[in-house]
């Protein structure tokens, strides 16, 4: 079965750091890219930018870039997004989803809930 | 930047109706438009890719059209199940894709 699997509900203060993962499984990892979407509370979806784990191009939306840092390691079929210091306006659902040729997103995971408060 | 505007912002139906939601785009995005249905909580389900192709899987009452800024999704026959909120996104310009502001499909 094709999935992917995020990890856990982060609770953050503003000014931390931190780094959510997304690791695929029951495909070939390297041969399809990630994107990561963004959803804030009671809101739409937000398309924040895409991964290609086999070579690591990276693109980010003009509204994310230099905001978060999109990475993978291929090695373990994850993908990444971090923030070198959280602000209270990052608090989200955020989401990864397997994206064929870089085009629709065909597989989703389950979401990542992070809150930052102080 | 490539602009979804999706229309209307909520729909009441009821069960049986056929539904139509429109999605535009501010400059043409030829067959580049995917269709998603997210209910509360969950993640995206991917419906309709390529403007017009269902997505295995998905339901036959469900089906895409339009090409350069104009699409429709449309629903032949709303089931309970439907009742979700809609987004479009394009895909036309590599690595800006964005997504329309959703449609809410409530019971009327």
């Known amino acids: 079965e094709v999935q992917l699997v995020q990890s856990g509900a982060e609770v953050k203060k503003p000014g931390e750091s931190l780094k959510i993962s997304c690791k695929g499984s029951?495909?070939?990892?390297?041969?399809?890219?990630i994107g990561w979407v963004r959803q804030m509370p009671g809101k739409g979806l937000e398309w924040m930018g895409i991964?290609?784990?086999?070579?690591?191009?990276?693109r980010y939306s003009p509204s994310f870039q230099g905001q978060v840092t999109i990475s993978a390691d291929k090695s373990i079929s994850t993908a990444y997004l971090q923030w070198s210091s959280l602000k209270a306006s990052d608090t989200a659902m955020y989401y990864c989803?397997?994206?064929?040729?870089?085009?629709?997103?065909?597989?989703w995971g389950q979401g990542t809930t992070v809150t930052v408060s102080s | 930047d490539i602009q979804m505007t999706q229309s209307p912002s909520t729909l009441s139906a009821s069960v049986g109706d056929r539904v139509t939601i429109t999605c535009r785009a501010s400059?043409?995005?030829?067959?580049?438009l995917a269709w998603y249905q997210q209910k509360p909580g969950k993640a995206p389900k991917l419906l309709i890719y390529?403007?017009?192709s269902l997505e295995s899987g998905v339901p036959s009452r469900f089906s895409g059209s339009g090409s350069g800024t104009e699409f429709t999704l449309t629903i032949s026959s709303l089931q309970p199940d439907d009742f979700a909120t809609y987004y479009c996104?394009?895909?036309?310009?590599?690595?800006?894709?964005?997504f329309g502001q959703g449609t809410k499909v409530e019971i009327k």
């Open positions: 996104q394009q895909y036309n310009s590599f690595g800006t894709w964005t």
């Open positions: 400059q043409s995005i030829s067959s580049w």
């Open positions: 390529k403007a017009s």
């Open positions: 029951g495909y070939s990892f390297t041969s399809y890219w």
């Open positions: 989803a397997r994206t064929p040729e870089g085009e629709s997103m065909d597989v």
């Open positions: 991964i290609y784990p086999g070579d690591s191009d990276t």
